[in-house]
């Protein structure tokens, strides 16, 4: 066995089998397919990092990206598929993104505000999935409006819906298609989180983090991360490559 690929596998694969969480809570990433089989992009992308290993693979899916965080700090999981956020730094490390998702507002119809920058004023309620990648941005950045947490993102829409929050938080495509056939709301035109999403992993596994880099950056130029999220009805625009800066 080549010792560089041994010592990848002791560090992505210590138990010899590839352990990794997907979010649920981000259905543009991943979802679960109607036969019960996980799917989407976080999950073709774990399927191949495990066949270039060489190993097996074991998935694990969490409602939340909080409790795929947790999982993978508890070492109950080798890698996780997670946005990247400064607060998570501290913990985790992360490859180069390899998708790129926005977070806007959902408004009523009837809402004064026109801009995801209209939001943060006194006495603004934001329905808002705790731990989310979106929910610790807006904790660094809001200054008057407050948030009201959820467990998750789906529980942030359906208490907007209910009237519980004047506005929702949220994953563009989610809150999007929670407004779809709904008359009384409207999603704002603009963003206020460009989000990155990467491979999470323990901190100090250089050799893995080195594989996964160039792998992603050989799936990147070959085409294959941008046409995993056309498979599952997503947007092949979402698809970035390795190194791409992340958002000021």
Same mark, same amino acid.
């Given at each position: 066995?080549?010792?560089?690929?041994?010592?990848?596998?002791?560090? =992505?694969?210590?138990?010899?089998?590839?352990?990794?969480?997907? #979010?649920?809570? @981000?259905?543009? =990433?991943?979802?679960?397919?109607?036969?019960? +089989?996980?799917?989407?992009?976080?999950?073709?992308?774990?399927?191949?990092?495990?066949?270039?290993?060489?190993? !097996?693979?074991?998935?694990? #899916?969490?409602?939340?990206?909080?409790?795929?965080?947790?999982? *993978?700090?508890?070492?109950?999981?080798?890698?996780?598929?997670?946005?990247?956020?400064?607060?998570?730094?501290?913990?985790?490390?992360?490859?180069?993104?390899?998708?790129?998702?926005?977070?806007?507002?959902?408004?009523?119809? !009837?809402?004064?505000?026109?801009?995801?920058?209209?939001?943060?004023?006194?006495?603004? +309620?934001?329905?808002? &999935?705790? #731990?989310?990648?979106?929910?610790?941005? *807006? @904790?660094?950045?809001?200054?008057?409006?407050?948030?009201?947490? +959820?467990?998750?993102?789906?529980?942030?829409?359906?208490?907007?819906?209910?009237?519980?929050?004047?506005?929702?938080?949220?994953?563009?495509?989610?809150?999007?298609?929670?407004?779809?056939?709904?008359?009384?709301?409207?999603?704002?035109?603009?963003?206020?989180?460009?989000?990155?999403?990467?491979?999470?992993?323990?901190?100090?596994?250089?050799?893995?983090?080195?594989?996964? !880099?160039? *792998?992603?950056?050989?799936?990147?130029?070959?085409?294959?991360?941008?046409?995993?999220?056309?498979?599952?009805?997503?947007?092949?625009?979402?698809?970035?490559?390795? &190194?791409?800066?992340?958002?000021?």
């Amino acid at each position: 066995m080549d010792v560089s690929m041994h010592i990848i596998r002791s560090e =992505l694969a210590p138990l010899g089998r590839l352990r990794v969480a997907i #979010n649920l809570g @981000n259905p543009v =990433l991943a979802q679960r397919a109607a036969d019960g +089989t996980l799917a989407g992009v976080s999950v073709d992308l774990a399927w191949e990092i495990a066949v270039r290993l060489g190993v !097996e693979m074991e998935l694990s #899916n969490f409602a939340t990206a909080g409790a795929a965080v947790a999982a *993978l700090q508890d070492q109950a999981c080798d890698l996780a598929f997670l946005a990247i956020d400064p607060d998570r730094r501290t913990v985790l490390d992360y490859t180069a993104p390899y998708v790129r998702i926005e977070a806007s507002y959902l408004v009523p119809s !009837e809402s004064r505000f026109r801009s995801v920058r209209d939001v943060d004023v006194a006495d603004v +309620t934001i329905a808002s &999935g705790l #731990n989310t990648a979106y929910d610790l941005f *807006l @904790n660094r950045s809001l200054k008057q409006a407050r948030r009201i947490h +959820t467990p998750s993102s789906q529980a942030a829409v359906a208490l907007f819906l209910e009237g519980g929050a004047d506005v929702c938080a949220g994953v563009r495509q989610t809150v999007e298609a929670a407004a779809r056939d709904r008359a009384g709301v409207r999603l704002l035109p603009d963003s206020f989180q460009a989000i990155d999403q990467a491979v999470a992993l323990p901190r100090e596994r250089p050799h893995g983090r080195g594989f996964l !880099e160039a *792998l992603f950056e050989d799936l990147v130029a070959s085409g294959f991360v941008a046409r995993r999220p056309v498979a599952s009805g997503q947007d092949a625009a979402l698809a970035i490559g390795p &190194g791409r800066p992340a958002p000021a």
